[in-house]
Every structure is written in structure tokens, then in C-alpha cells.
T-cell receptor, first 114, second 113 residues
Framework: GAVVSQHPSRVICKSGTSVKIECRSL??????MFWYRQFPKQSLMLMAT?????????EQGVEKDKFLINHASLTLSTLTVTSAHPEDSSFYIC??????????FGSGTQLSVL | SQQGEEDPQALSIQEGENATMNCSYK?????LQWYRQNSGRGLVHLIL?????REKHSGRLRVTLDTSKKSSSLLITASRAADTASYFC?????????????FGQGTTLQVKP
């Protein structure tokens, strides 16, 4: 089946630093990728839709200047958490869709901001 | 905003028993999907049911969809300890099947050996 690779799987950073998370579709081209955030024991909250070659579409309440998304190629989308603070600590997951509508998910990134 | 409400929030059963999880949603949908998540990991797609379908099977999984009640159920038969995970329903309510999914709250299933 299709594979989506997400890196890093875990990152610990100091408050005020920026963190970049990569999401790659390994064996298919993904014109659209999605970024989700998940708090412990909670569901996935859609943050933004990443479109190749254009600006991302952010969900209501998500700060676009805080969470920078770049989708420069058909196989790579990146999420940069800028000036991270402890409240940004969370599990971030990317996904990519294929023509049959189901999503393939990366393995997630656990971000801990000290 | 969350589209789906799932119940129960947590379910604990013995190996070999069946597990049923329910999902309700609010808007019209193109399809409804069920995903599984092991702790601290990404999600794995289980099954997709389209709005014009009422029931679908995949191995030990059976999914039903009632669009009049805006609800779906996932049945796992003959459960195994390895089925222990969180299960989420997700709906695609977009007009163009973009893959943009809104997830329910999830059901945490524990299968005791």
C-alpha cells in the first residue's frame, strides 16, 4: 500500500525555537496533504490543507503565521512551528490522499516544547 | 470543529467477543471512513463506506451506514488482543471528495487476552 513518511518522530525543543516537520509520500504523488494535531486521548483536529504549488488553507482558529506550511513538490509538505511555546506541545500527523479518497497517514511527530 | 460523536468512548471486552462502536455526524457526507490508531502512532485506514451504501464488510470488520440517522457503526467480530487500539470515524463532507476528513472523538478499545 501507499506509504507516507513523517520525520522526525519525536522532537524536544526549547521555547522560542522553530521546528520543522516533514511529510513525504514515498510511492505516489500527493497534490493535497493534510496536517492534523492531536492532544493526548483526544481526536485529530484538522489544522490545514496543504496544496502543491499554492498557499495552504487553514482551518478556523489556526494561526497561519505560527504554523507555516510549504508544499513545494508533489511528494513533500513541511510544517514549521515557529517560535514554539509549551502550549504547542502536541502530536502532529500528516496525511495524503489518493484518488480513491482514503487517506494515508504518517506515523506522527511528538513535539515537546520545554 | 468535530463532525462526529462516537460512543462508547471506551470499551473493554474479552478476546473472542464482538466489539461495536458507533459514530454520529451532523452534515451530509460523501463517504464515511473508519481508522485505527495504536498509541502514539499514525492512523491506519480500515474501511470506507460511501453515502449510497448501507453495509460493507472487510474480514472481521462490518460497517453500517444510516444516512437518515446520520450514524454509522463498526463491528469487530471475534476480537483479538491485537485489536486493542483507538478507533475513529471520519467523514468527508466536501463537494469534491478532496480527502479532507473531519474525525470523531474516537473509541478506545481494550481487548483482554
Amino acid at each position: 500500500g501507499a506509504v507516507v513518511s513523517q520525520h522526525p518522530s519525536r522532537v524536544i525543543c526549547k521555547s522560542g525555537t522553530s521546528v520543522k516537520i516533514e511529510c513525504r509520500s514515498l510511492d505516489f504523488q500527493a497534490t493535497t496533504m493534510f496536517w492534523y494535531r492531536q492532544f493526548p486521548k483526544q481526536s485529530l483536529m484538522l489544522m490545514a490543507t496543504s496544496n502543491e504549488g499554492s498557499k495552504a488553507t487553514y482551518e478556523q482558529g489556526v494561526e497561519k503565521d505560527k504554523f507555516l506550511i510549504n508544499h513545494a513538490s508533489l511528494t513533500l509538505s513541511t510544517l514549521t512551528v515557529t517560535s514554539a511555546h509549551p502550549e504547542d506541545s502536541s502530536f502532529y500527523i500528516c496525511s495524503a490522499s489518493m484518488v480513491d479518497e482514503k487517506l494515508f497517514f504518517g506515523s506522527g511527530t511528538q513535539l515537546s516544547v520545554l | 470543529s468535530q463532525q462526529g460523536e462516537e460512543d462508547p468512548q471506551a470499551l473493554s471486552i474479552q478476546e473472542g467477543e464482538n466489539a461495536t462502536m458507533n459514530c454520529s455526524y451532523k452534515t451530509s457526507i460523501n463517504n464515511l471512513q473508519w481508522y485505527r490508531q495504536n498509541s502514539g502512532r499514525g492512523l491506519v485506514h480500515l474501511i470506507l463506506i460511501r453515502s449510497n451504501e448501507r453495509e460493507k464488510h472487510s474480514g472481521r470488520l462490518r460497517v453500517t451506514l444510516d444516512t437518515s440517522k446520520k450514524s454509522s457503526s463498526l463491528l469487530i467480530t471475534a476480537s483479538r488482543a491485537a485489536d486493542t487500539a483507538s478507533y475513529f470515524c471520519a467523514t468527508d463532507a466536501t463537494s469534491s471528495n478532496t480527502g479532507k476528513l473531519i474525525f470523531g472523538q474516537g473509541t478506545t478499545l481494550q481487548v483482554k487476552p
